[in-house]
T-cell receptor, first 109, second 114 residues
Framework: GENVEQHPSTLSVQEGDSAVIKCTYS??????FPWYKQELGKRPQLIID?????GEKKDQRIAVTLNKTAKHFSLHITETQPEDSAVYFC????????FGPGTRLSVLP | SQTIHQWPATLVQPVGSPLSLECTVE??????LYWYRQAAGRGLQLLFY??????ISSEVPQNLSASRPQDRQFILSSKKLLLSDSGFYLC?????????????FGSGTQLSVL
């Protein structure tokens, strides 16, 4: 089955800096790669996703890149703000849907 | 618009007691429904998913079970809780299965088994 690894597990950045979270997956049949943000004590919410026919997608300060050959994808957050502090989960979906273990991002003022 | 309701928000149960968590979705028909568990500081583990009434797929063998008695109702149950069942349980729905659509999560149930 699918296995998703995510790095780093924790990440601290200064406000205004960029943050990058990387994920790798094992199942070459996976073709949908969403990213979810979970603030403390709240439900996860989708922030951006990418399908396998696209290499990059951007939505304001967040972007996702996908390398299907290498089976890895990344989340990029630019000009980070304190409200970006949360746990971020990547996921890979094909025959089944598997989340990564999460990255706790802290944006320091 | 679609909404998902999950209750209770918190639950403290003794070891060996039964469990019933309920989730309902409004504003859509024939949703795909999911139960996830999140251990403290950990990722999201898929427990069960359902594509229709009475259709349940189990991802992880354990002492939990799920049922879907109505189109928009999903129930997570256990006959006897274990300490290891403690965690944050999230119900979710989507209009498509897995790789086809966004997952919308409920507000979660924090279960503590003592």
């Amino acid at each position: 089955g699918e296995n998703v690894e995510q790095h780093p597990s924790t990440l601290s950045v200064q406000e205004g800096d960029s943050a990058v979270i990387k994920c790798t997956y094992s199942d070459s049949a996976s073709n949908y790669f969403p990213w979810y943000k979970q603030e403390l004590g709240k439900r996860p919410q989708l922030i951006i996703d990418i399908r396998s026919n696209v290499g990059e997608k951007k939505d304001q300060r967040i972007a996702v890149t996908l390398n299907k050959t290498a089976k890895h994808f990344s989340l990029h957050i630019t000009e980070t703000q304190p409200e970006d502090s949360a746990v971020y989960f990547c996921a890979a979906s094909g025959q089944n849907f598997v989340f990564g273990p999460g990255t706790r991002l802290s944006v320091l003022p | 618009s679609q909404t998902i309701h999950q209750w209770p928000a918190t639950l403290v149960q003794p070891v060996g007691s039964p469990l019933s968590l309920e989730c309902t979705v409004e504003g859509t028909s024939n949703p795909n429904l999911y139960w996830y568990r999140q251990a403290a500081g950990r990722g999201l583990q898929l427990l069960f998913y359902s594509v229709g009434i009475g259709q349940i797929s189990s991802e992880v063998p354990q002492n939990l079970s799920a049922s879907r008695p109505q189109d928009r109702q999903f129930i997570l149950s256990s006959k006897k809780l274990l300490l290891s069942d403690s965690g944050f349980y999230l119900c979710a729905w989507s209009s498509g299965l897995f790789n086809q659509a966004e997952l919308f999560f409920g507000s979660g149930t924090q279960l503590s088994v003592l």
